[in-house]
């Protein structure tokens, strides 16, 4: 198995630097971290990968049993660490990619340092005592939307999920990103996303940890950032001045700063 191959990585920045690895949520590929890559390049080894059924990630290799569990995902990171013999690495998911953090770092502590979770939710379903921003129905009807038509949900979900209406060409890129999976291959990763509850494993979390949240976000609403902050006792909660779940696109100099800030705090 070629795994760099498999999972189209890439590395970027200092050689010697302490290693940051950037993963994406639902629908998206490395590609969404191209506005925070400079400026962590300038001080890290910058590692990042594509899903299987994202980006410019193998296709041959997509597996439905594999990826119908957030494990399945953690397994590509856990993977791509091996190959390039990475250890305490800073992992910074984005959305589902932040549970799948937890479960890699659970699973192989020796190679997660940190996390850093932007816009997490470890569950979306509204639940006694918790609101993850969605009815049981609301998350039915999304996915027999999505799995009906899976461009048009595209097309009319992107720009509400990405939020910024003032900045209509960002809620086209996300599109054009929903666009581009392949639609077996997303209709697995939304199910299991949005099905996923992982509120149970963020009490093994014991590295440092960032969550970042926005300060309007209709996917991960601000109870959930602190809720992910509150069961993780080794966090620090940071508010972005930024609107949306995609802080990376709209607002990636605040998102870069809170990242760079907690990373001097480790070294």
């Known amino acids: 198995m070629d795994v760099r191959r498999r999972n189209n990585v890439t590395v970027t920045g200092r050689v010697d630097g302490p290693v940051v690895m950037l993963a994406h949520g639902f629908g998206c590929d490395q590609h969404m971290w191209r506005l925070a890559v400079p400026a962590l390049a300038e001080r890290y080894r910058v590692v990042l990968l594509d899903y299987v059924g994202s980006g410019g990630s193998d296709p041959s290799a997509w597996d439905p049993e594999r990826y119908a569990s957030l494990h399945g995902y953690a397994q590509d990171v856990l993977d791509v660490c091996a190959e390039l013999d990475l250890e305490r690495v800073v992992f910074v998911g984005h959305s589902v990619s932040s549970m799948v953090g937890v479960l890699a770092a659970q699973a192989a502590p020796e190679r997660i340092g940190a996390l850093v979770m932007v816009c997490p939710s470890p569950c979306y379903v509204d639940d006694d005592g918790y ?15 999505l799995e009906a038509n899976y461009l048009g949900w595209s097309s009319a979900m992107a720009p509400v999920i990405m939020g910024n209406p003032e900045r209509p060409q960002l809620g ?54 602190a809720y992910v902050h509150a069961a993780i006792p080794s966090s620090r909660l940071v508010t972005l001045d930024a609107t949306g779940h995609c802080p990376q696109l709209s607002a990636p100099g605040a998102t870069v700063d809170a990242i760079l800030d907690f990373l001097d705090g480790l070294l």
């Open 131 to 145: 609101r993850g921003g969605f009815s049981a129905q609301d998350i039915d009807e999304l996915l027999a939307s």
């Open 172 to 225: 086209r890129e996300l599109a054009n990103s929903f666009c581009a999976t392949d639609p077996d291959a997303a209709r697995v990763f939304a199910r299991t996303t949005f099905l996923s509850d992982s509120r149970k494993e963020l009490a093994s979390v014991t590295v440092p940890t960032l969550v970042l949240e926005c300060s309007e976000d209709v996917i991960a609403p601000r109870e959930v950032g």
